[in-house]
């Protein structure tokens, strides 16, 4: 158990001495060890190439359990963190997609089968439609009449002194005739 630093003058200059962590680091959840694992996961290892870091490796290599990770993952801070860098690594590698697919147009090999013409067209419609973003259709509906909703009006109780109105319907002759005494 450590040392109380309001009972020891020496566990207040250990206390300190040290170098605190960021108010902003505690608060947010996104510590140094945290931002390793994420890009750990994003990234992978350093000179490993395309090694994949499965969650539970990017953990234990930063010195922290899977579950300190995955609850850390959820806070908004390291949420935001996390996607921002997938969004790095996702805009990195689209210029590679975009030459492999150039790649896959081009080759000469591949003209000679009807699937491989059918490859080279997805490659060649991939490279010429650029995905559109979110549309937004704004309709806007300006009634200046008086708004009516249909309906049938039922007085209850009467006017002063006489009896309420009754409806009296008899088909007559196909017809709905109605009677108010």
């Known amino acids: 158990m450590a040392a109380r630093h309001d009972t020891s003058p ?3 200059v250990a206390a300190r ?14 510590t140094p060890r ?8 994003v990234f992978g290892r350093p000179g490993e190439g395309a090694v994949n870091v ?7 290599e930063v010195g922290l359990s899977w579950r300190t990770v995955r609850e850390a993952l959820e806070k908004p801070a390291v949420k935001a963190y996390f996607l921002q860098m997938y969004d790095t690594l996702r805009n990195a590698e689209k210029p590679a997609s975009v030459r492999r697919m150039v790649d896959i147009r081009d080759d000469d090999n591949l003209k000679t089968t009807a699937a491989g013409r059918t490859v080279q067209l997805k490659a060649a419609q991939a490279l010429a439609y650029e995905p559109t973003g979110h549309q937004v259709h ?3 509906l300006i009634n200046n009449t008086l708004n009516v ?6 007085r209850i109780g009467g006017s002063k002194g006489r009896s309420p109105p009754t409806i009296d319907a008899n088909p007559i002759d196909d017809e709905i005739a109605s009677t108010i005494r």
């Open 10 to 12: 020496r566990a207040l």
């Open 17 to 30: 001495s040290k170098r605190p962590a960021k108010a902003d680091d505690k608060k947010t959840g996104l």
């Open 34 to 41: 945290i931002r390793k694992a994420v890009d750990l996961m």
């Open 54 to 60: 499965t969650g539970r490796q990017a953990a234990a």
């Open 138 to 140: 704004v309709n806007t």
């Open 149 to 154: 909703t249909p309906g049938y009006v039922i």
